[in-house]
Structure formats: structure tokens, C-alpha cells
């Protein structure tokens, strides 16, 4: 019996040394297991004002007003999940429960993601067939080259072995509860099935 701990602790330490060097850069992501629509909701229009007009005057007047995008859905939640060793029947031999997740989140049009070419998003070759795809024009302010840009400074990462360094990926910065602009979501592309293919970091 001994011995089989002692076989079982070395295999179990040797792969865990030799996963070491792959972890960050070989990972393929994989799907969540549980997704809950827990709200929905959209910001309130504001009804109209009226300002008196009387003949004769000459009135300088300031307007501000707010309109909700057409072109973009948000979403935000809790992130979940731990690191297991388990067999292909899903039977657990051992689970790191992660009390405090930090990664990536992706979401994809496409049901089936081609990780071995993923990529930035190219805006030049293909940003004007994905604002048309979508009804978004090209003097629109919220459109995708007004909303995502490069050289935001975006922090380096690993997707399924390919390599990003900092600033490569057109990207952007999102409110968190706070205001503060801390979290980046960043525009990348597969195959033309895939373009709209984004990651979204959380800490």
C-alpha cells in the first residue's frame, strides 16, 4: 500500500511540475458549466420638455439629452469555478476550489471556436463588414472603432498557446461599480464565423 502512495504522489507531483511551463500558454478554453440569467434591464427614456416661445424674443437655450445604444449589449455577474483532476465521466480525484477567480471570460457568435487561429481583431480588413453585419454605420459614435481602439494598454495574455503582449488587441475600458475604469474588454477574431468573438478580463 505504501508503495502505491508513494507511485501515486510522484506521477500526481511530476505532472503537476511539468504542467508548470504549458499552464499559462497551452490552456484551451473551455465551456461554463452553468450560465444564469439572473436580470435584465435597460435605461429609462425621459419624457419630453417644452419651452415657452413668445414672438419677438430672442432666447439662447441649452439641451442635453441621453439616448441608449442600439449597436451593444452589456453584461456583468459573479465569476465562479475551480481547477479539478478528474476522469472523463466527470468523477473528481481532487478540486482547488478558487475563492478568488482571475482570467478570461469569452463569448462568441459561433458555436464552434477555431483556438488554433485565434487572433486580434484585424479593424482594417474586416471592421466594415462587421459594423454592416450589424446595422452599425460608419459615422456612428457608438460603433466599434469609435468604442474599441488600440494601444489601450491592456495587460498581456495567453488564449489556447498564442501569445498577446500588452496593447495589441483594439480594446476598451468598462465602468465597475465604482466608475472607475478598470476592467478591458478586448476585440479578437478566429475564423470570419468568429469575429465578434470578445474576452472579458475580471479580477
Known sequence: MNG?????????????????????SAITPSGASTIVSVSNSTAPTTSPTSQEAIAGNVSEISIEGVSTTQSW?????NVTGAIRLADASANVMYNWSIAN???EVYASTSNSVAWGSIACFDWA???????????IGADDADGVNETFATGNGHDEFYTAGTQFTSGTCMSTKVYDELRMTSRCLYLKMGTEQTLQQLRITFT
Do not use: D, H, W
Open 4 to 24: 502505491l502512495k508513494r507511485f501515486f504522489v510522484y506521477v500526481f507531483v511530476l505532472a503537476f511540475i511539468l504542467s508548470l511551463g504549458v499552464f499559462a
Open 73 to 77: 449589449q452589456g453584461y456583468f455577474g
Open 101 to 103: 477567480p482571475s482570467g
Open 125 to 135: 480588413t474586416n471592421g466594415v463588414a462587421l459594423e454592416t453585419s450589424y446595422g
